[in-house]
């Protein structure tokens, strides 16, 4: 099992930045990718962006040139820098991550963006 714990979310005014957290704990050998995934009121869940152990990176178009995932050097925490936030953007963010084709997911963070 794998366990995610995020942190970071609240409230920002639009224009403003905000980091997230998750940390992966319990049988983290074997995770070959990690995200973020948001859900706002009323909406289905989409991706944000996620990265692979090997680094490479996915983003959501309407994330792309705000928005930046990353690591740590232990590879199991990752971190996503939110920045120019839009009202658009309030939702529950929840971090995944991908072990031997198994989903495993936080209970997620809130982050309200207001106008």
């Known amino acids: 099992q794998v366990q995610l714990v995020e942190s970071g979310g609240g409230l920002v005014q639009a224009g403003g930045s905000l980091r997230l957290s998750c940390a992966a704990s319990g049988s983290i050998l074997g995770i070959n990718a990690m995200g973020w995934y948001r859900q706002a009121p009323g909406k289905q869940r989409e991706l944000v962006a996620s990265?692979?152990?090997?680094?490479?990176?996915n983003y959501a178009d309407s994330v792309k040139g705000r928005f930046t995932i990353s690591r740590d050097n232990g590879k199991y925490t990752v971190f996503l820098q939110m920045n120019s936030l839009r009202p658009e953007g309030t939702a529950v963010y929840s971090c995944?991550?991908?072990?031997?084709?198994?989903?495993?997911w936080g209970k997620g963070t809130l982050v309200i963006v207001s106008s």
């Open positions: 995944t991550a991908v072990r031997v084709g198994m989903d495993y």
């Open positions: 990265i692979t152990i090997g680094g490479m990176t």
